[in-house]
């Protein structure tokens, strides 16, 4: 008994997730507290940051949730952060929880509206480097005015409507290619796996210049990343100064990023350039156009109320009339009141995206608040602030950004900001000169963080949102596809801050 107990133990831990990936987590929890206790806080922070990436790369192999959270609760156990700080770290992104948890859903039901948008653009613009320019772009105007979580939403959602709409009618129909004169039952099935694979790479493309030109657009503007709102609160400046601030920086970045957008459009690296099948555009069209046939007058009464609660979230947000998870509550309220969606299950269905992602984002608190507890960043800032003056905004922007790629760019920015203040009430630095290191950290936190999916929330979203493996978005992938921008946005950024002075 004892054996067979021990196998089922051993079968159901970490569930269908590889033996050798098993055996890891196991390691990971054995060695840490080793390390702590032979060779001090500091390594074993930094040891669990790495095994904490680890998770997130491996996301395909078994949600991270699960052995990230396991190593949060041994940091806990052995003493490495207190549950007081963990609830602090959550309490400091509350906003962010609750983005998560309601606007995402409210989100969930605009996705007719979305849907029916969309596809109008994708069926529409045949040329694919204007179609990612265009994704860009617009994800890039509505982070500067939504939250990026709230754009890598819609996108998200968009991306899962093109996927569903062509996986249901190709298989449902099992549907020939004529233009290809195919022969034989073999060859239209090989056919179609030869589309679906184009379309997954055509879909990873719209899906990485979209998440792209959330930073784009989130670095400009107070409300366009958690982060910024703070620096904003901070320093002391209201919605205009802090555009007009961040100008000289995030307008050359979003030129520069848009450039590198067509440019791999149109020289095809880094796993970009991928064109639409004429057989899956074929199928989108006969999908529009059926949608727009058998449309009811109440279809068409709910896409106007769709329509309406689009606009209530866009003023409300770009006003920052209420936190944005209250306007995502606001906008389900709206939305189901004048749909006629009453049922609770029905309106449960519409958490059901975020709330392992809101779970997951609570571990990677665990872990911040570890990077706290252990001051594993103080050297860094420490030795930054040595340095002459004028080499602190350029070394703040790189210091940022890289570790703004393997933590949370909140927390950075928070810590960064936080002892850049004490500098200033101190006498250290002049009020000219904080400003400049607050565009440095602002900046620093947005636009190098783009290289990890760790390093943006948005990014980790997208990461362990439902679309990802439908469409082949691993980690690793995400990682090279994104190695591009990240050197473009960070030089022309990194220029642009030494500019300042």
């Not at 984002?361 to 340095?387: C, G, K, N, S």
Request: hydrophobic share 55%.
């Amino acid at each position: 008994m004892p054996n067979t107990v021990m196998s089922g133990f051993t079968h159901n831990f970490l569930g269908n997730a590889p033996v050798w990936y098993k055996q890891i987590i196991v390691l990971f929890l054995a060695i840490n507290p080793i390390v702590l206790y032979t060779l001090g806080p500091g390594a074993a922070g930094w040891l669990l940051i790495a095994e904490f990436i680890f998770t997130l790369a491996m996301a395909f192999k078994c949600y991270p949730l699960l052995p990230g959270g396991l190593l949060a609760v041994e940091a806990l156990l052995i003493g490495m952060t207190t549950a007081d700080a963990v609830y602090l770290e959550v309490l400091n992104n509350f906003p962010v929880i609750m983005l998560l948890m309601f606007m995402v859903a409210g989100i969930y039901f605009m996705k007719e509206l979305l849907l029916v948008t969309f596809t109008q653009i994708l069926v529409g613009v045949r040329s694919k480097s204007a179609l990612s320019l265009l994704f860009c772009l617009t994800a890039a105007v509505l982070s500067a005015f939504l939250d990026a979580l709230t754009v890598t939403a819609v996108i998200i959602s968009v991306a899962v409507g093109f996927y569903s709409v062509y996986h249901k009618v190709a298989s449902g129909k099992g549907y020939h290619h004529k233009d290809h004169n195919a022969g034989s039952d073999d060859d239209v099935i090989e056919l179609h796996r030869e589309d679906l694979v184009a379309f997954q790479s055509f879909l990873r493309s719209l899906l990485m210049h979209g998440a792209i030109g959330t930073a784009l657009g989130g670095v400009a503007t107070m409300v366009g990343e958690p982060q910024n709102l703070l620096i904003a609160k901070v320093v002391g400046w209201d919605f205009a100064e802090f555009f007009t601030t961040m100008a000289p920086v995030s307008l050359p970045v979003l030129v520069a990023g848009l450039t590198t957008c067509w440019l791999l459009e149109k020289l095809r690296w880094f796993g970009y350039g991928t064109r639409l099948p004429k057989p899956v555009r074929q199928v989108l069209e006969e999908f529009a156009r059926n949608e727009r046939d058998r449309r009811t007058k109440s279809d068409t009464a709910a896409l106007w109320v769709q329509g309406f609660a689009a606009v209530i979230l866009v003023i409300g947000l770009a006003f920052h009339i209420a936190e944005v998870g209250l306007i995502g509550l606001l906008v389900i309220i709206l939305i189901t009141a004048f749909t006629g969606v009453t049922d609770e299950h029905q309106i449960g269905k519409a958490f059901q995206e975020a709330l392992p992602f809101t779970s997951l984002l609570v571990v990677f608190f665990a872990i911040v608040a570890v990077i706290h507890e252990q001051h594993l960043f103080t050297p860094i800032i420490d030795y930054v602030l040595r340095q002459p003056e004028s080499r602190q905004p350029g070394m703040f922007f790189l210091a940022n950004g890289v570790l703004s790629m393997i933590s949370d760019n909140v927390f950075v920015a928070t810590v960064y900001i936080s002892e850049i203040k004490q500098a200033l009430d101190a006498g250290a630095i002049s009020p000219e000169h904080f400003e400049r290191l607050a565009v440095a950290i602002n900046t620093g936190t947005n636009l190098p963080s783009v290289a990890t999916p760790n390093g943006q929330a948005a990014f980790l979203f997208l990461l362990t949102s439902a679309i990802a493996p439908l469409v082949r978005l691993s980690y690793g992938r995400m990682v090279v596809m994104a190695f591009p921008y990240t050197v473009v946005m960070g030089a022309v950024g990194l220029t642009a801050v030494i500019n300042l002075i």
